[in-house]
């Protein structure tokens, strides 16, 4: 990878991530396997309708590089065969790890996993959303918050064989108003560790060199603004917070 030329070398598609709600295809700049998400291919949205989702993506990355925990994989934004866009390195998931599951509620583990909230399956039985017990899965909780993401759904969240935890799909975040919704609540209302809040200490610091110069190219002066206030509630608390407003406080679907 270190003599691929990831912005300007030839994007050639491979293939199309038909699960996606936005048009998102599969590369390879110089033999590296890309994601590739077009501006063009974009839904719009109604209650993000300021910019386009690529330059969120790419905020989100620098966000992440902000708070040193490698929760989003290497993402900027360049040209490609549709047109300019979002670039992704591609992360090859363990499909023997599950990071949320949904079991049934008497099947509940007695450690090592967080439950989030219980339902019912098509045959009316009673399911329970929950998700591991990870020091990798709490940093995400807390860049999720930070980067107010409005869709952290499971499968949002890649297993890596060696235990790490990649984050993807951050379209749906920064908005100036108030829209965390996400399958990781399991930690509500407990104390952040010390490492989370050095973590939401390197982004405030960041926020006023280079990174806020960075996201000013990305994202609306409000959204920034809001941004560091959310740092800054954030680590005053110095918990994990409940959900608020009326706004469901998960995605849908969960996965």
């Known amino acids: ?60 990355y620098l966000v992440s590089e902000a708070f040193g925990w490698n929760v989003v994989p290497r993402t900027w934004l360049r040209d490609g065969p549709m047109g300019p866009g979002m670039a992704q390195l591609w992360q090859e998931r363990d499909p023997g790890q599950d990071a949320v599951d949904l079991i049934p509620a008497e099947a509940m583990p007695e450690q090592g996993w967080r439950h989030v909230l219980d339902g019912q399956d098509e045959q009316d039985r009673l399911v329970s959303l929950i998700h591991e017990d990870s020091v990798a899965l709490r940093r995400m909780a807390v860049f999720d918050i930070i980067v107010n993401n409005a869709d952290r759904k499971g499968d949002h969240i890649l297993a890596m064989p060696d235990g790490h935890r990649h984050g993807v799909d951050h379209g749906l975040t920064f908005h100036a108003d108030h829209k965390l919704r996400t399958v990781l609540w399991g930690w509500l209302g407990e104390e952040l560790s010390i490492d989370e809040l050095a973590g939401i200490d390197r982004v405030s610091a960041h926020l006023t060199a280079g990174l806020g110069h960075e996201l000013a190219g990305l994202l609306t002066p409000a959204e920034i603004v809001a941004l560091t206030a959310r740092c800054d509630r954030l680590r005053t608390e110095a918990r994990f917070p409940a959900p608020e407003g009326r706004m469901p406080a998960v995605p849908w679907p969960l996965f």
């Open 1 to 60: 990878m270190p003599d691929a030329d990831l912005v300007d070398g030839d994007l050639e598609l491979t293939g199309r991530i038909t699960t996606a709600s936005n048009a998102t295809f599969l590369g390879s700049i110089d033999g590296v396997t890309v994601v590739y998400k077009p501006i063009a291919g974009e839904n719009p949205l109604w209650d993000f309708p300021d910019g386009n989702l690529a330059s969120r993506e790419a905020a989100a």
